[in-house]
């Protein structure tokens, strides 16, 4: 792999794969897997589909490379806007739309410096994982694109295939929507910074730290 091309933009790396250059594929698969893979996740809440939903992206941006229009939106607009179709695909085949992660799936360490802020930080994610995997798949994708993937509302829009407008919209009743479901998720004794922080007007800090 050149070093001209480790140093090409995501617009010239997907030119590059149109024109059949597989070291292009490999070069944005690196730079970009990491994110699809997060949004499949946080879309379906399991990894063994994130994982194929990461691999599918990729086929077909090989097939389809020269469909990209560059200036558009941006490339993981786009990788983002493959995913959702290939998750809701998914999810309706499977029809297994409120599925949740296994407790085995979750990696904790062997160790723990800090065993009960740990586990309090454990619940409080849980928590967020369930109350997003509980919104509907087209408040949930606002939620996804533009509190935890921090696209700006045209690539959220560009990936959605929608106005702005609607955007907007999805995302503000999903931001309600899901304040409630944490308040009613929540311990009856439980962390009261959780439901504080998630109905705070920046979703992104909260959702992204305790997400990721």
């Given at each position: 792999?050149?070093a001209?091309?480790?140093r090409?933009?995501?617009?010239?790396?997907?030119?590059g794969i149109?024109?059949?250059q597989?070291e292009?594929?490999?070069?944005?698969?690196?730079?970009?897997?990491?994110?699809?893979?997060?949004f499949a996740?946080?879309?379906s809440?399991?990894p063994?589909?994130a994982?194929d939903?990461?691999q599918?992206?990729?086929?077909?941006?090989?097939?389809?490379a020269?469909?990209?229009?560059?200036?558009?939106?941006?490339v993981?607009?786009?990788?983002?806007?493959?995913?959702?179709?290939?998750v809701?695909?998914?999810?309706?085949?499977?029809?297994?739309?409120?599925?949740?992660?296994?407790?085995d799936e979750?990696?904790?360490?062997?160790?723990?410096?800090d065993?009960?802020?740990?586990?309090?930080?454990?619940?409080?994610i849980?928590i967020?994982?369930?109350a997003?995997?509980?919104?509907?798949?087209?408040?949930?994708?606002a939620?996804?694109?533009?509190?935890?993937?921090?696209l700006?509302?045209?690539?959220?829009?560009?990936a959605?295939?929608c106005a702005?407008?609607?955007?907007r919209?999805?995302l503000?009743?999903?931001?309600?929507?899901?304040a409630?479901?944490?308040?009613?998720?929540?311990?009856?004794e439980?962390?009261r910074?959780v439901?504080?922080?998630?109905?705070?007007?920046?979703?992104?800090?909260?959702h992204k730290r305790?997400?990721?």
């Open positions: 792999m050149t001209d091309l480790e090409a933009s995501d617009d010239l790396l997907i030119a149109a024109a059949g597989p292009a594929l490999t070069l944005l698969f690196r730079r970009r897997q990491a994110e699809v893979y997060r996740l946080h879309m809440g399991r063994a589909l994982d939903v990461t599918d992206v990729f086929l077909i941006v090989m097939r389809e020269d469909r990209y229009q560059a200036g558009r939106s941006s993981t607009a786009w990788l983002c806007g493959i995913a959702r179709n290939c809701r695909q998914r999810l309706e085949r499977d029809a297994r739309l409120e599925s949740l992660p296994k407790d979750q990696q904790v360490p062997a160790v723990r410096p065993p009960i802020g740990d586990l309090a930080r454990d619940e409080r849980a967020l994982r369930r997003v995997l509980a919104l509907p798949v087209r408040y949930r994708e939620v996804v694109l533009c509190d935890l993937e921090e700006t509302y045209a690539d959220a829009a560009d959605l295939g702005i407008g609607t955007v919209s999805r503000h009743r999903a931001r309600a929507m899901l409630a479901k944490l308040t009613a998720l929540q311990p009856v439980g962390d910074a439901t504080s922080d998630a109905t705070s007007p920046d979703l992104s800090v909260t305790c997400m990721a």
